[in-house]
């Protein structure tokens, strides 16, 4: 399979995060607007902020965390020429739940459809490191 196939997830993640972007700054915009939150938070956001925006920021503040797993190890995949059709459905379905994650993170925040979908990123994610595991300790 072509390694560059790997790299061709990560572009859906990048661009999903550029709309958790917008969306937050809407949210902001709204609470300015709606004088929910003073201008002033935000120097050193303490304070009381509206429970609404709050969740927009930690859902931004989400994309530092597994989805660089996740680009860590396309990158590695695509680094080491190791690329099979495996890897190439884990890094999809991990794009799949990431995206249905952040669907329901900025609409209803269900929590309980909100928490299947994010244990299935990192469930699909350890699954890929594990492949990547086996292939680095098992063909080397």
């Known amino acids: 399979m072509d390694s560059i196939s790997i790299i061709y997830p990560i572009f859906p993640v990048i661009l999903l995060n550029f ?54 190890l396309c990158i590695i995949l695509y680094v080491f020429d190791d690329v099979s059709s495996i890897d190439i ?18 609409t209803s925040n269900y929590l309980p459809f909100r928490a299947y979908s994010f244990y299935g990123c990192v469930i699909v994610l350890l699954c890929g490191w594990i492949n990547l595991a086996i292939k680095i300790f098992y063909y080397s």
């Open 19 to 72: 709309i958790v972007i917008v969306h937050m700054r809407v949210v902001i915009q709204k609470a300015i607007k709606k004088r929910d939150v003073e201008y002033r938070w935000f120097r050193a956001y303490e304070g009381s902020a509206p429970e609404y925006m709050l969740v927009a920021r930690h859902h931004y503040k989400n994309f530092f965390e597994i989805p660089i797993l996740f680009y860590v």
């Open 89 to 106: 459905w884990i890094a999809w379905l991990f794009v799949i739940f990431k995206v249905v994650h952040s669907y329901i993170r900025m």
